[in-house]
Each structure stands twice: as structure tokens, then as C-alpha cells.
């Protein structure tokens, strides 16, 4: 599936996307999550974990947040991502760490202002959601994406889902602290 940077300084340059093993926001998701969250955006740091192609961390890059870290484990997924920094000029503001999204969060100190959680629906277990949650600043934004069967919770830790909707097959929530 093909994708683009649907706003902001790189709007319509399209993204690559690992061909194997990854689900890319579509358009209408993106849509839909970034005209929730355009407010925390300006000069935000981004975590975007399972990153795929980066396509939700490029898009916040390209509507104003200041430095995004990717991690997925995939090589190509890896390769896409710095390939599509290059294409959007956003090297300068990310990093690029191919690991287990899992292990990175267990074993970070960082702390970010969103956090976009998007693990392969097969695989998702909370307690490795709740590790990730651990990394959001006070004032800060988890996004979690789902299968729509999956029994969201009200809290993840120290956070309250403050809003989920389906979208096909899945749902995006969105916790912060009360």
C-alpha cells in the first residue's frame, strides 16, 4: 500500500513501506488521529514504536514536532524509514533503532511528548503496552492501535483512555494523565 505525508511541510511526498509484515495508517486514520492531536504537535518529541515505514512519525515530523525516534526490528522496515527521512529531508530529526520495540522500552530512560504504539495485532500483549506508556511525559499523548475485538483498557498505568474509535479492523486510543 502506498502512503504520503498527508500535511504540513512535506504534504503529498509519498512514503515507502516495508512490504512484509506491516499494516500503514491509512490516509483516513491519519487523518482522523492528526486532527485529534494537531495541538500537541508543535516542537513534540515522538516515539513511534513498531515504526513500519515511520509513517506516523514523518507526518508529525512534517506538521511541526521537533525530533522523532523510530524503532522496529525489521531491517527493511529500518531501511524504509531512513529512505523515506532522506526523501522528506527529516534525518537531521530522527533516529533510526532497529531493535524489539518490547526491549526498547524496558530498557529506556527517555521520555516523550507522543507516543504511537502500533504492534503487530498477532503478537500484542499489555504489559509490554504498559512498559511503553511508562515513557510519556506527564503532559503527553499515548496512542495505542489495536485490533477492534481487543479489549481496551481504561487506564495503562498512570494514563486514562481519553477517547478510542474504530477504523475497519482496528482502533485507535488515546490515553493521558487526568
Known sequence: MQT???????????????KAGTRPLTDRIK????????????????????AGGGNFGIEALSRGASFATFVDIGKEATSSIKDNLRKTNFL?????I??????YVRHSSSQFDIIMTDPPFDKLVIEHIKDAAKLVKPEGLFIFRSPVDFSVPEKINNLQLAYSKKYGKSRVSFYQQN
Do not use: M
Not at 10 to 18: A, C, E, S, V
Not at 92 to 96: G, L, P
Not at 98 to 103: K, L, M
Open 98 to 103: 532497529q531493535q524489539h520495540a518490547e526491549n
Open 31 to 50: 487523518t482522523s488521529l492528526f486532527d485529534l492531536i494537531n495541538e500537541f504537535i508543535p516542537d513534540a518529541t515522538i516515539l513511534d514504536l513498531y
Open 92 to 96: 537531521d530529526q530522527a533516529e533510526v
Open 4 to 18: 504520503r505525508v498527508i500535511a504540513g511541510t512535506q504534504k503529498g511526498i509519498k512514503l515507502f513501506n516495508p
